[in-house]
């Protein structure tokens, strides 16, 4: 339209629609979405790189995700067979119906779901990582990695205190932060009415690399919706509305063998979490729509991760026969709905907690139950606690291996949760708000350090795992900022 107009010229169009793109306020629009597919994707490969290198560069982490994933199908397919459940079938309208009319109150329904067994908790995936091996390392010629001492045995490079206080240097003890209530070096009240006055206006510009860098320090609890939101590029615009009630009308009509496995974890955690119980319904909502969303499949370009595949019956191998199942590539897992749990918290409407949601997942989450070498994936993490631990706490760590206590053993489930339901939740969101800032899962790693360190007096009079577990089984009270503070810049190193 605005090209037909007489003022525009063809010699100074380009210039014309630059001043467009900013009077319109699409400029902002499109630096976001950029901004936010580079937050995404992994730099480009070399150019000779085969494409699965895209997926995973370390062969035997892929193999290893090959057969931890045939591990998975099987328990979803034995299941199957012993109750004699299919994998999807379409729901008989009257069942249809029932379902639409409670849709917001499905937590009143106690259906029996004794038979069902999660697919795997986080302890049977441990011992996959426990086991995993670079078989080029088989004969021992690394003198310097044999010397770890910790329960996950593949050399990777992981930081070191110098290098996460370079990368972290935002949590430094002489900037402000929200979460910390008494910095010396400024009043808390006078840093936070002016940490709240920068975050509305990092909002009225609605540029999301500014809002990224300014998480960094905390969100305000009144903004950190909106600018959570915009750093994940989420606008919540009709269109993202409707494909919500698409999502929510294919769970109406179609039935799956993984709603009774999300209905059984939402029974298992949230349910029973003082934080969260209020929230059943959201999750309810929410997972099942992420079961039937096959957007969510983009995301495995860049996953160690592979979706799995289910036959129609009686075409069993027959590739055009082939779906992926559940529809979203993502089998849910003991403590899988604790991902949503907090989100519930900043957004009560259902399409944009969705949004939300799956922007966490397919940027951070996915990476926390998938074998990878990647920096924010689980098995680094793993290695990055126990590096620090043992460098920087040697006497703990040696006395709790000795004791057979190996300190990964506690801290797996916290950080394969990013610590939802284990910290509470003001302090829970502070630590995610890091995440988004940093772009980056490494922070869970420090802060399970950091725990270690905080109740090290206690756990060096610890005989066994049962008493080390005891110690740290209550997170609650403690206070995420302060503990990473202290652990990386008041450390010795």
């Not at 090959?66 to 004699?84: F, P, V």
């Not at 729509?289 to 499949?297: A, I």
């Not at 019956?313 to 055009?320: D, I, T, V, Y």
Request: hydrophobic letters at 40%; one cysteine or more.
């Amino acid at each position: 339209v605005s090209l037909h107009k007489p003022e525009i010229k063809l010699e100074s169009l380009k210039e014309d629609i630059k001043d467009f793109l900013k009077t319109s306020g699409w400029e902002k629009k499109l630096q976001n979405a950029v901004y936010s597919e580079l937050n995404v994707f992994p730099s480009p490969c070399h150019p000779a790189a085969p494409p699965e290198h895209m997926k995973e560069p370390l062969a035997y982490m892929r193999k290893a995700q090959g057969s931890w994933e045939k591990r998975i199908l099987k328990s979803l397919n034995s299941m199957c067979t012993e109750l004699s459940i299919p994998l999807a079938q379409k729901r008989p309208v009257s069942e249809q119906k029932e379902l639409l009319n409670k849709w917001n109150e499905m937590g009143t329904d106690e259906p029996d779901l004794s038979l069902f067994r999660p697919v795997y908790a986080p302890k049977d995936f441990l011992e996959v990582l426990m086991n995993l091996r670079n078989p080029n390392y088989e004969n021992g010629e690394q003198p310097s990695f044999r010397s770890h001492l910790g329960l996950i045995q593949v050399p990777l490079k992981v930081k070191d205190i110098p290098e996460l206080k370079e990368d972290f240097s935002e949590l430094g003890l002489n900037i402000g932060q929200l979460g910390i209530d008494d910095s010396a070096q400024v009043p808390p009240e006078f840093f936070e009415n002016e940490h709240v006055r920068v975050g509305q206006k990092v909002l009225a510009e609605q540029d999301s690399a500014a809002a990224q860098q300014y998480v960094r320090q905390g969100c305000p609890t009144a903004l950190r919706a909106d600018l959570w939101a915009l750093i994940l590029n989420i606008s919540n615009q009709p269109e993202d509305i409707l494909y919500y009630e698409q999502l929510k009308s294919n769970v109406i009509q179609h039935d799956l063998l993984v709603d009774s496995l999300i209905y059984k974890d939402v029974k298992l955690t949230a349910s029973n979490d003082d934080y969260y119980f209020v929230f059943e319904d959201y999750l309810y909502q929410v997972l099942l729509c992420f079961s039937r969303d096959t957007s969510v499949l983009e995301h495995f370009a860049y996953s160690s991760a592979t979706p799995p595949k289910s036959y129609i019956r009686g075409k069993l191998g027959m590739e055009e026969y082939a779906v992926f199942y559940p529809p979203n590539g993502v089998i849910p897992f003991h403590g899988f709905s604790m991902y949503v749990a907090p989100l519930c918290f900043l957004y009560h409407e259902p399409s944009k907690l969705y949004q939300i949601f799956r922007e966490m997942y397919v940027r951070f989450f996915f990476r926390l139950h998938s074998i990878s070498s990647h920096p924010s994936g689980i098995v680094s993490l793993c290695l990055l606690f126990e590096t620090l631990l043992q460098t920087h706490l040697p006497q703990l760590f040696y006395h709790l291996r000795e004791i057979g206590a190996q300190p990964l053993r506690i801290s797996f489930k916290w950080m394969v949760r990013a610590f939802s339901g284990y910290l509470a939740t003001d302090q829970l969101l502070l630590l995610w708000d890091r995440i988004l800032g940093y772009n980056s899962l490494e922070i869970l790693a420090v802060l399970a350090a950091a725990v270690f360190a905080f109740r090290a007096v206690n756990l060096m009079e610890v005989t066994s795992l049962a008493a080390a577990e005891a110690v740290l089984a209550d997170l609650s009270t403690l206070k995420v900022m302060p503990l990473l503070q202290i652990f990386l810049f008041a450390t010795v190193t």
